[in-house]
């Protein structure tokens, strides 16, 4: 959304002006949804493409509100961020995704998105190590996941923080890659374990034109990828040919409502439990 300047002489039309007043009560509300424990996090699962073994889980957030139903990230992750509230958010996100995974045999990981905001709070990186600790997790079972915006301002102090969480023993992923402001130079320049190509990419290769404009690129960013010795996770797949044409290019790891939609911490229990005792 454009920031208009000033506004004085702007003339809403009833639209607008009802709009606005929506944006000013759902911002009321989720002041309060924390509190109310009204998010939830949703477990998007992960396979490896050659093997077909589950990796682990995506966590994705969810805003139940009371009358409006489901608000979907989209919406509300830029709330959070605007309004000072991210943080906050953030770290309830870390500690129940670190939690969940408590509960999970040692093998499967968990994997949570960090806002750029987050990953420039000193706050966040404290609450990191001592959520590892108070949880047990292996630090090895949990990835962050960052958008290329981390990139813009302040790389020299990116760098320190991204490097602080492989001391750690965390993974680090890079989220949505291709979507935004690419610059190749950062991928030999930070401790990048994992590149996830936005689903966009996905989402405009035809598997019955391989060799169209889209799937040139695709293949691209595999061999990239695979290069550079990260592990390459294609997005929103959603058929059988994406998937075998992902699998005859390297790509490592696949995550999308073909092999599985997010589903609730229960379920992922009901499919571990399931995959433990035959
Ligand atoms: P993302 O990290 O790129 O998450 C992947 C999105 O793709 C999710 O949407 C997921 O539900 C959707 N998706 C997965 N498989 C498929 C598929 O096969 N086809 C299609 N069409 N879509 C698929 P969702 O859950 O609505 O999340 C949207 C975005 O919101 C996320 O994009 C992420 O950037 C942000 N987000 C979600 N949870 C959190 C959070 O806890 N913290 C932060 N900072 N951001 C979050
Ligand atoms: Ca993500
Ligand atoms: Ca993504
Ligand atoms: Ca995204």
């Not at 396979?47 to 990230?73: D, K, Q, Y």
């Not at 129940?96 to 994997?111: F, I, Q």
């Not at 609450?127 to 996941?145: A, H, N, Q, S, V």
């Not at 060799?211 to 290069?227: C, E, P, S, W, Y």
Request: proline share 5%.
């Amino acid at each position: 959304a454009k920031k208009v300047k000033g506004g004085a002489s702007r003339v809403f039309t009833p639209g607008l002006k009802t709009a606005t007043l929506d944006r000013l009560r759902l911002l009321e509300d989720i002041r309060n949804a924390l509190y109310r424990r009204e998010f939830t996090l949703l477990y998007q699962p992960q396979f490896s493409i050659g093997t077909r073994r589950l990796n682990g889980f995506e966590a994705l957030a969810r805003w139940m509100h009371p009358t409006r139903g489901s608000v979907p990230p989209d919406i509300f992750i830029p709330m959070l961020e605007e309004h000072g509230l991210i943080e906050e958010f953030g770290e309830w996100v870390l500690e129940t995704a670190c939690s969940e995974a408590m509960r999970w045999p040692d093998d499967l990981g968990v994997a949570i998105n960090v806002s750029p905001l987050q990953v420039h709070a000193v706050r966040f990186s404290l609450k990191l190590c001592e959520t590892l600790m108070r949880t047990g997790l292996r630090p090895g079972r949990l990835e962050l996941e960052v958008t290329e915006t981390v990139f813009l301002d302040g790389k020299q102090q990116t760098e320190a923080v991204l490097n602080n969480w492989k001391a750690l023993g965390i993974r680090i992923a890079l989220d949505d890659f291709g979507h935004g402001y690419s610059s190749l130079s950062y991928l030999g320049n930070f401790p990048i374990d994992k590149l996830k190509i936005d689903r966009g990419f996905l989402g405009q290769f035809d598997p019955s034109q391989p060799q169209a404009k889209a799937g040139v690129i695709l293949d691209t960013i595999i061999d990239l990828g695979r290069k550079l010795g990260m592990t390459v996770t294609a997005e929103g797949v959603e058929s059988a040919e994406q998937l075998e044409h992902l699998h005859r290019h390297g790509c490592t790891e696949a995550q999308g409502f073909l092999l599985g939609r997010p589903m609730s911490a229960d379920e992922v229990r009901q499919i571990i439990s399931a995959r433990v005792t035959p």
